[in-house]
């Protein structure tokens, strides 16, 4: 059963930043496509940036400039390298994995919080 497990979450300042990983078990190879979502209190999950292929990236507005999606195949991994993290920034982060011809893949989440 393919499973994603994320890490990385963690407590930062306004300005800092942190790298979310994401790994695929037992790879990545049944994936086309893979997304970071954010969980804010209270409010829907929401795209946050997306990884389509190797290299096709697509961000929300208020990732772009600051996030950044990659893929490392070799180490079944998917990172979101989150930059200049602002209080808006704060939720629960979840990796999904979207397959071709078959049910998406969640993971559990990891909490990201930043302070003012």
């Known amino acids: 059963q393919v499973q994603l497990v994320e890490s990385g979450g963690g407590l930062v300042q306004a300005g800092g930043s942190l790298r979310l990983s994401c790994v695929g078990s037992?790879?990545?190879?049944?994936?086309?496509?893979f997304g970071w979502y954010r969980q804010a209190p209270g409010k829907q999950r929401e795209l946050v940036a997306q990884i389509t292929g190797p290299t096709k990236t697509n961000y929300a507005d208020s990732a772009k400039g600051r996030f950044s999606i990659s893929r490392d195949n070799a180490k079944n991994t998917i990172y979101l390298q989150m930059n200049n993290l602002i209080p808006e920034d704060t939720g629960v982060y979840y990796c999904?994995?979207?397959?071709?011809?078959?049910?998406?893949?969640w993971g559990q989440g990891t909490q990201v919080t930043v302070s003012s």
């Open positions: 999904k994995g979207s397959r071709p011809f078959d049910l998406d893949v």
């Open positions: 037992p790879s990545l190879s049944s994936f086309n496509a």
